[in-house]
């Protein structure tokens, strides 16, 4: 599966960004992972085929997962964002629904490029 990741940029603390990625293909889980500098990559959010999304706790109620299956595209509603957001925003897929249970980043063996979110 070939993902490519859009809509990164910067903005202050406060504000929102929304990330799109399109894949190749359909995956049955899809999530959004980030890396900050000097820091491990961690699972901010996964969504499943019938698109119950799972949220991290550092990103629960502020941001929003979603998914449009006819189009193969994950989207990252990102709203009242921090400087601590700021890092590096992947997307990944599975090809099993359940690793979407699991918000582990071995559970994804297919990554895209990501894009950059910097909040000031």
């Known amino acids: 599966v070939q993902l490519v990741e859009s809509g990164g940029g910067s903005e202050q603390a406060g504000g929102s960004l929304r990330l799109s990625c399109v894949a190749s293909?359909?995956?049955?889980?899809m999530a959004w992972l980030r890396q900050a500098p000097g820091g491990e990559r961690e699972v901010i959010g996964a969504?499943?085929?019938?698109?119950?999304?799972h949220y991290d706790d550092s990103v629960k109620g502020r941001f929003t997962i979603s998914r449009d299956n006819s189009e193969n595209a994950l989207y990252l509603e990102m709203n009242g964002l921090k400087p601590e957001d700021t890092a590096m925003y992947y997307c990944a897929a599975a090809n099993e629904y359940r690793r979407c249970f699991h918000l582990r980043p071995t559970e994804f063996p297919y990554w895209g490029q990501g894009t950059q979110v910097t909040v000031s």
């Open positions: 969504i499943n085929n019938v698109a119950t999304p």
């Open positions: 293909r359909y995956s049955p889980c």
